[in-house]
């Protein structure tokens, strides 16, 4: 039986309803789904401490953006694991958690919880994927908490198949000192609710949060990314990349908030997004929230179409002019995908992107 989950990802300062971004639903049928049974982890790695048992409590006040993704998940949940990095550790490969739904584990609603002692140093990937014939759905919420000093790569590919639905949330608390560095990558779905927030509790705590998606045929994407500034001279930074195709329906909520205390606080979000069809939807709503007097912060929204004299100065040096428009338009993802490890993901996101470009001739 279908069921409705409303009021997610909802933007942090209402606008008009009319507008259709404050939040968004998702419909749902999970009767008949087994529930996930495989393992995620494929490897050891030597070093890192992993529980499957509840060792951690959830913060009882997620952020505000992301509490009903995190009651929902809660309620779902069947699988819970907890990675601890631990103090002065320094990862010498990804630590890689491969999530994959079939028929046989179709439902996945997953806890992780990532603690990153002082001065460790790792990166974690966590890749979902899904068998297109059988009927599947995604519901996830990840902790992670960067203790001082610490630097931690946290890398999220939702690759599932296109008529799966996903709803994912990240929730990250950086230290005195430490340093986060999240890519999240939208490439599958149906439909795709992602949100992210990042804390940044510590004097001098950073954090740059990537993102990029790829969204074509009568796809939905709403994601709802948030950094907010809580001591002195902390520093964060939002960049999208996106492509919208056919009558694909993207919404994009960001904001940098800076709360009272953040003195020397600076932030910069930015979202560059190519339009490739006139029937598809692109909503963007970025949010600048201020409390404190001495902060640096920028936003920016990019959307538009292939760059005509790009276009001209490939197509003159012999390369046909659909080749260019997909060179052109997978370039203006270099940003975020550098940032991808390790190099097979990267080859198969961007292999991905290709594919998807390959509907705009």
């Known amino acids: 039986m279908n069921q409705t989950i409303k009021r997610l990802n909802k933007l942090q300062i209402p606008t008009w309803n009319a507008?259709?971004?404050?939040?968004?639903?998702?419909?749902?049928?999970?009767?008949?789904?087994?529930?996930?049974?495989?393992?995620?982890?494929?490897?050891?790695?030597?070093?890192?401490?992993?529980?499957?048992?509840?060792?951690?409590?959830?913060?009882?006040?997620?952020?505000?953006?992301?509490?009903?993704?995190?009651?929902?998940?809660?309620?779902?949940?069947?699988?819970?694991?907890?990675?601890?990095?631990?103090?002065?550790?320094?990862?010498?490969?990804?630590?890689?958690?491969?999530?994959?739904l079939d028929s046989g584990s179709a439902l996945l609603s997953e806890e992780l919880f990532i603690s990153a002692e002082a001065g460790s140093d790792a990166t974690v990937v966590l890749r979902y994927s899904s068998d297109g014939t059988a009927n599947c759905f995604h519901c996830g919420y990840t902790t992670l908490h960067v203790k001082a000093d610490a630097n931690i790569r946290l890398i999220k590919a939702q690759r599932l198949a296109e008529n799966h639905t996903g709803?994912?949330?990240?929730?990250?608390?950086?230290?005195?000192?430490?340093?986060?560095?999240?890519?999240?990558?939208?490439?599958?779905?149906?439909?795709?609710?992602?949100?992210?927030?990042?804390?940044?509790?510590?004097?001098?705590?950073?954090?740059?949060?990537?993102?990029?998606?790829?969204?074509?045929?009568?796809?939905?994407?709403?994601?709802?990314?948030?950094?907010?500034y809580k001591e002195k001279n902390t520093q964060g930074n939002i960049n999208v990349r996106g492509v919208l195709l056919d009558k694909a329906r993207k919404a994009a909520k960001s904001t940098l908030d800076f709360l009272p205390g953040a003195a020397g606080a600076k932030g910069r979000e930015e979202e560059s997004v190519l339009v490739l069809s006139s029937d598809a939807v692109n909503l963007s709503a970025p949010l600048l929230l201020c409390g404190e007097d001495?902060?640096?912060?920028?936003?920016?929204?990019?959307?538009?179409?292939?760059?005509?004299?790009?276009?001209?100065?490939?197509?003159?040096?012999?390369?046909?002019?659909n080749e260019a428009r997909k060179l052109i338009a997978l370039a203006s993802f270099n940003s975020v995908l550098e940032k991808i490890e390790p190099e097979s993901l990267q080859e198969e996101i961007s292999s991905f992107i290709k594919e998807v470009l390959g509907d705009a001739d």
Do not use: W
Not at 34 to 56: C, D, F, R, T, W
Not at 176 to 186: F, K, M, P, S, Y
Not at 210 to 220: H, S, T
């Open 19 to 100: 507008l259709k971004i404050n939040d968004t639903s998702v419909v749902t049928d999970l009767d008949g789904m087994p529930a996930y049974a495989g393992n995620p982890m494929q490897k050891e790695y030597s070093g890192i401490q992993i529980s499957h048992g509840p060792v951690l409590k959830a913060a009882e006040n997620p952020p505000v953006i992301l509490g009903d993704i995190r009651r929902y998940a809660a309620d779902l949940n069947n699988y819970r694991l907890h990675i601890t990095i631990p103090a002065g550790f320094a990862a010498k490969e990804p630590i890689i958690l491969d999530f994959h």
């Open 294 to 321: 001495d902060v640096e912060g920028q936003h920016a929204t990019t959307t538009g179409k292939i760059d005509e004299n790009k276009l001209f100065y490939l197509m003159s040096r012999g390369i046909g002019k």
């Open 167 to 228: 709803i994912d949330a990240t929730e990250v608390n950086v230290d005195t000192g430490a340093e986060v560095h999240v890519v999240l990558i939208e490439a599958g779905t149906q439909k795709s609710v992602s949100g992210c927030s990042i804390q940044l509790t510590g004097k001098g705590a950073s954090a740059d949060l990537d993102g990029a998606y790829a969204v074509n045929r009568k796809r939905e994407l709403d994601f709802n990314y948030r950094i907010e």
